[in-house]
């Protein structure tokens, strides 16, 4: 016997709800694909369980009784409100909702592909909100990422070496030297790591960006070359507005050049330097479902994608 104080079941009120659609017990059996009797059966339960009479019984088949009529309107907000979670937890599986945690260095900012990409993002992926936390260097990028702050980061070269991390290489380009416009190099069309000999250079802190300024320090070192380091910044745009600023040379990606344009120029560095800037997309690999799965897949449609 049922009871009473059972809690109600979506089934037998989508049930309850056919047969009030339809006003015939046969006709509601046949659009559930049930037999007769078994549905009679359990509306007659739902009626126990709730002590009222739902139908009233009329030879050409069953109108509502009052309480029925009460029931239905409150059982289709239920099912409409549970078929509506249902529908939005399988776009949650499906990367079609969701939020998602951004960030990025400030050198992968300047890179025109990701706005590119943000903007993209927001056009295919209507339904996934992008939050952008802001500029952060690439160590920072990582603990975040590791911490649950973020979902996904935009950076030039990954200074975590850890499994828990996912990377993927979107695209790579030459990076330049910045150069005060009233050095003594800026009349130089090209220059190459032997004329950064015993020169003011200002560097990426070893933390923040291990990878691209410790390579440069490398291939210096192998050719003999000594600058001089005068100055060691979080960021990339901190370096360019003390190169801006007289204080030294600086080597960024070539994405970068046109910033303090009335106090900087760029010039390319010859081909024998090796040296190029990658823009780096990571994420944890242990999140790669839903929303971010999507961004994710996204992001490498659109690198694959450029010339």
């Known amino acids: 016997m049922p009871n ?10 989508r049930y309850f709800l056919a047969v009030a659609d339809a006003g015939q017990m046969t006709l509601a059996a046949a ?8 549905l009679s059966q359990q509306i007659q339960a739902l009626e126990r369980q709730l002590g ?13 009784t009052d309480a029925g009529r009460v029931l239905a ?22 990367g079609e909702q969701g939020r998602l945690r951004l960030a990025f260095t400030s050198s992968a900012a300047a890179h025109a592909f990701t706005p590119e990409t943000l903007r993209e993002s927001r056009l295919r992926l209507p339904g996934v909100t992008l939050t952008i936390v802001g500029e952060r260097n690439a160590a920072e990028v990582s603990e975040d990422l590791l911490a649950g702050r973020l979902h996904a980061g935009f950076l030039r070269e990954p200074v975590l070496q850890t499994g828990a991390l996912a990377t993927l290489t979107l695209l790579s380009e030459p990076m330049v030297a910045a150069v005060p416009r ?33 390579r440069l320090l490398a291939r210096c070192a192998k050719s003999g070359v000594t600058p001089q ?13 003390l190169v801006a600023a007289g204080v030294g040379l600086c080597v960024v990606p070539a994405s970068m050049q046109g910033a303090h344009a009335q106090a900087i120029v760029y010039r390319p560095l010859v081909r024998t330097a090796g040296l190029e800037a990658p823009l780096t997309l990571v994420w944890r690999a242990d999140r790669c479902h839903g929303a971010l799965a999507r961004f994710v897949q996204l992001v ?8």
Request: glycine letters at 8%; aromatic letters at 2%; a positive charge.
């Open 229 to 241: 380091v005068v100055a060691e910044v979080e960021r990339m745009m901190s370096g360019l507005n």
């Open 300 to 307: 490498k449609a659109l690198a694959a994608a450029r010339p």
């Open 31 to 38: 659009r559930l694909g049930l037999q007769q009797p078994p």
């Open 182 to 214: 009233d050095h003594a190099l800026a009349v130089r069309r090209r220059l190459s790591l032997a004329d950064f000999e015993g020169q003011p250079m200002i560097l990426v802190r070893r933390p923040g960006g291990p990878g691209l300024y410790g």
């Open 52 to 64: 009222l009479r739902l139908f009233e019984r009329h030879p050409k088949g069953v109108r509502l």
């Open 4 to 13: 009473a104080n059972a809690p109600l079941e979506l089934r037998p009120l």
């Open 73 to 94: 309107d409150e059982a289709r907000r239920l099912v409409d409100d549970a078929e509506a979670l249902r529908a939005r937890m399988r776009a949650l599986a499906h």
